[in-house]
C-alpha cells in the first residue's frame, strides 16, 4: 500500500459527485471506469479486462475470472469537480455489493450492451437504484460491435425499465465506422479520430442533419411533456433553448422522471469525454439530494450535508487486509480528522480514527481530515460491521443500514488437516464481517461448518480467498439450496390455552387464531407474514395482541416439513383469554408461538425452492440441445428470440438444478455459449406438498 502524507483540499460540496457504474456482466463498466480514470489523467496508461490490468479489478480473484466481484472506490477530478466512483460487479451473487454501494451514492451511470440493450441483471441493479431513489443516466457502450444499434437498446430501456429515455446523441457511423457523436443538445459534431484520446468539435455532417434535427425535435418534445417550464417555453418559441433543455434534463434526471441516454465506445475511448459533462451537469451533488435521515431515541432525526455540523457517516464496506482493517464509510454530515474518537451508534462502542485515506482501488493516500460528501476508507475500528454508523460521540445518530438478501445457497466446509480446523473458524467469521452476505453456522444434526451465501460463484470465490488469503486447504461440499415452506391451505378456530403452575407466579394465556395463505398484491413480490386482530371487548389487552404477533413471527423460524423459515403466512388473532394474575406478556408469547406451530402442523404445507430466469446465449445450431437440456433441469422456457447472430432463450429453472451447469453449457456449445442467471423468488418443489389435519 502506497500512502503519501497531504492535506486534502476541502471541495465545495456543489462539486463533488458520488456515483456507481452499474451494469450487467460484460456490459463494459469496468472499461468505463478505466476510460473516466484515463480521461480525467488519474492514469496515464489505458488499463484491459482482458490483460488484467485494470485499476478497479485489482484482486487476483477478478483478474483471473475477468469479471467484477468486489465494489472498489476511485477518486478523480474533471472540470473542477471530484468525481467518487465505485465501480460494482455486474453479476448475479454478487448483488449485494451493489446494494450497499448504492446505499451511500448520489447517482449513477447505467451501462448497456449497444447489441444485448437491457439484459436480467442490468434489469436488476436498476430496480435496485430505484428503490434507494438513485438518479442515473444511461451510457450505450460498445457502439463499435457488429449488430450494435442505438435505437434498439433504448427501446429496450424504454420496455423493460418503464422508464423515459431521453437520448441527446446520435451516433456517426455504424459498427466499425463508429468514430463520434453529434450532440443534439448544442447540435454539434463531436468526432474522435483514429488514436486519438480527445474529441474534435465542428458542424453536423451534411448527411446527418435532416435526422440529427428530427431527433432533437423529438427531445424536445419528450422533455416538454414532462417538465412545466420547458412546456412554457416550447409552447411560447415551438422549440427549447440549449440552456432550457439542459436544465430541464437536469431536473428530470434528479427526479428520476426520465433518463439520459448517451452512447460510445468505451473500449476505443470516444464518447467518455461527453459522458463526463453529463455526470457533472445531471447528476446532483451531495447538496442536491434530500438530508439523510436517521434514528435517535426511536425519533427520527435529519441531518444536512454541512461540513459544520455534527459527525455522521455510514459504514458501506470492510475489508481485512495485510496491513490493516480498512473500514470503508461515506460522510453525510461534520467532519472527521485522524486520531479522533467516533461512536459506532449500533453497538455504542467507541472507536478511535488512526488513519484516513483517499482510495484508489488497493492504492491509498493519507489525509489529515474527511468532510460531509466524501467516501474514504479509515484504519483503525476494531469492530465495526457494515451498515454501522459512525457519529459524534456527543450526537449519536443511527442511519438506516442496507439491506442483506437472505443466503439461498449452502456448502460444508471443512478443513483437511484437523489441525487447522480453529484457523478455518477464525477466517469464516473475518469472511462474514467484510460480506454480510455470507452466513455461517454450525449444522445441529451433522455438526458441520456451514456456509451460506447468494450462490454457487460467490461461495466458489469465498472458499478460494481463505484458501489465497489465509493458505488454508478446505474441502468443500456439494452446494445445497435454501428452501421454504409456506401454506396452501390453513385452519380456522384453533384453540391454544397455555397454562403453567410451578409454585410463585404462573402463566395463562389462551388465543384462538386463523391462519390463511397470505396472498401478494398485484405486481408486489410475495408477502413474508401478516398478523391482524379481530378480538373484540377486551378480551386480550393491546401489549397481549403485540406479544402473540411477536409469538407467531419467533415460530415462523422453522416449520413443519423440514424446518425450514415459513412465508406467505396471514395470522389473525380472533379470541381470548387472560387470568388477573398469571397473564403475561411472555404467556401470550408463548401461547402464540405454540399456538402458530400446531396450526402449522394441522394446514396443507408445500415446500419452496428457489428459482432463477436463466438467459441463455448460444450459436444457432446448439439451441436444441440447450432447450433439451432446460428442460431435464425442470426449466420453463418463457422466450427465444435471435440477437447479433445467436440466439437467446430465457427460461425459469430451479437453482438447484443450475449446480455445474456452466461446465455443461460450454461442452455442448464448444465453449461458445454464455448464460447468466437473476433471482425471481420461489415456486414449489415436486412432490413437495404435505396436507394436515386441518
Known amino acids: 500500500m502506497r500512502t503519501h502524507q497531504h492535506r486534502s483540499p476541502v471541495t465545495a460540496l456543489t462539486t463533488v459527485r458520488n456515483l456507481g457504474i452499474l451494469a450487467h456482466v460484460d456490459a463494459g463498466k469496468t472499461t468505463v471506469t478505466e476510460r473516466i480514470l484515463y480521461t480525467t489523467g488519474t492514469t496515464h496508461k489505458r488499463g484491459e479486462v482482458h490483460d488484467g490490468t485494470t485499476i478497479t479489478d485489482f484482486d487476483s480473484q477478478e483478474r483471473d475470472r475477468g469479471i467484477t466481484i468486489f465494489a472498489a472506490a476511485v477518486s478523480c477530478a474533471w472540470d473542477g469537480h471530484r468525481i467518487n466512483l465505485i465501480d460494482t460487479p455486474g453479476h448475479v451473487d454478487f448483488a449485494d455489493e451493489v446494494e450497499r454501494a448504492l446505499r451511500v451514492l448520489d447517482g449513477a451511470i447505467a451501462v448497456f450492451d449497444a447489441v444485448a440493450g437491457v439484459e436480467p441483471q442490468s434489469e436488476s441493479v436498476w430496480h435496485q437504484a430505484d428503490r434507494h431513489s438513485v438518479p442515473r443516466i444511461a451510457f450505450v457502450n460498445k457502439l463499435d460491435r457488429a449488430g450494435a444499434d442505438l435505437d434498439t437498446a433504448v427501446a429496450s430501456i424504454r420496455d423493460r425499465l418503464h422508464t423515459v429515455p431521453l437520448v441527446v446523441q446520435l451516433p456517426i457511423g455504424a459498427e466499425d465506422a463508429f468514430r463520434g457523436v453529434v450532440d443534439l443538445v448544442r447540435m454539434r459534431a463531436l468526432v474522435w479520430e483514429d488514436g486519438a484520446d480527445a474529441y474534435e468539435e465542428g458542424e453536423v455532417p451534411a448527411g446527418l442533419r435532416e435526422e440529427a434535427a428530427r431527433r ?42 426520465g433518463v439520459v441516454v448517451l452512447c460510445g465506445s468505451a473500449y476505443r475511448n470516444r464518447g467518455v469525454e461527453p459522458l463526463l459533462e453529463a455526470v457533472v451537469a445531471y447528476l446532483p451533488s451531495p447538496l442536491d439530494v434530500p438530508p439523510v435521515r436517521g434514528v435517535l431515541d426511536g425519533a427520527e432525526r435529519e441531518r444536512a450535508a454541512d461540513p459544520q455540523g455534527p459527525f455522521a457517516a455510514l459504514v458501506f464496506k470492510v475489508n481485512a487486509t495485510a496491513t490493516g482493517r480498512l473500514t470503508y464509510l461515506r460522510v453525510y454530515s461534520g467532519t472527521i480528522r485522524k486520531g479522533e474518537t467516533v461512536l459506532d451508534a449500533t453497538t455504542r462502542r467507541t472507536e478511535r480514527v488512526g488513519r484516513i485515506l483517499w482510495v484508489q482501488a488497493d492504492r491509498h493516500v493519507d489525509v489529515d481530515a474527511a468532510v460531509a460528501g466524501d467516501i474514504v476508507a479509515v484504519i483503525g475500528p476494531k469492530a465495526v460491521r457494515p451498515g454501522a454508523t459512525l457519529c459524534a460521540p456527543g450526537a449519536p445518530l443511527v442511519l438506516e443500514p442496507p439491506t442483506v438478501a437472505d443466503p439461498v445457497v449452502s456448502v460444508a466446509v471443512e478443513a483437511r488437516r484437523s489441525t487447522d480446523t480453529e484457523r478455518l473458524m477464525a477466517a469464516l467469521v473475518r469472511l462474514a464481517e467484510e460480506d454480510p452476505s455470507l452466513v455461517v453456522r454450525t ?19 469465498a472458499a478460494e480467498k481463505i484458501r489465497r488469503d489465509h493458505g488454508l486447504d478446505v474441502r468443500v461440499g456439494r452446494p445445497q439450496v435454501a428452501h421454504r415452506e409456506t401454506l396452501v391451505r390453513g385452519v380456522s378456530g384453533l384453540v391454544y390455552r397455555h397454562v403453567k403452575q410451578d409454585g410463585g407466579a404462573g402463566q395463562f394465556a389462551h388465543v384462538v387464531i386463523d391462519v390463511e395463505p397470505l396472498a401478494a398484491e398485484a405486481g408486489e413480490e410475495a408477502a413474508e407474514f401478516a398478523f391482524g386482530s379481530a378480538v373484540v371487548g377486551g378480551r386480550v ?35 381470548g383469554a387472560t387470568h388477573p394474575k398469571d397473564s403475561s406478556e411472555m404467556a401470550f ?30 450459436p444457432g445450431d446448439a439451441v436444441g440441445g440447450v432447450l433439451g437440456d432446460l428442460a431435464a433441469r425442470r426449466g420453463r422456457v418463457s422466450g427465444s428470440t435471435t440477437r447479433g447472430g445467436a440466439a437467446v432463450v430465457t427460461a425459469t429453472v430451479p437453482l438447484a438444478e443450475l449446480f455445474g451447469y456452466a461446465t455443461r453449457l460450454r461442452s455442448r456449445t464448444q465453449g461458445r455459449g454464455t448464460f447468466t442467471t437473476r433471482a425471481t423468488g420461489y415456486a414449489p418443489a415436486p412432490a413437495a406438498t404435505v396436507s394436515g389435519t386441518g
Open 443 to 461: 449444522d445441529a444434526e451433522t455438526g458441520q461448518t456451514v456456509l451460506s451465501g447468494m450462490g454457487e460463484l460467490h461461495l466458489e470465490v
Open 216 to 257: 432533437r425535435r423529438l427531445l424536445e418534445e419528450a422533455v416538454a411533456e414532462l417538465h412545466p417550464a420547458a412546456l412554457e417555453e416550447f409552447c411560447v418559441r415551438s422549440g427549447l433553448s440549449a440552456e432550457t433543455l439542459s436544465g430541464a434534463l437536469r431536473d428530470l434526471t434528479r427526479t428520476g422522471e
Open 589 to 618: 408469547r408463548t401461547a402464540g408461538r405454540f399456538a402458530l406451530r400446531e396450526a402449522l402442523r394441522a394446514s396443507a404445507m408445500v415446500l419452496l425452492e428457489p428459482v432463477v430466469e436463466v438467459t441463455v446465449t448460444v
Open 541 to 575: 389487552p393491546q401489549e397481549y395482541v403485540r406479544a402473540v404477533e411477536a409469538g407467531c413471527r419467533d415460530a415462523l423460524a422453522e416449520g413443519p416439513l423440514g424446518g425450514h423459515p415459513v412465508t406467505g403466512v396471514r395470522v389473525t388473532l380472533t379470541d
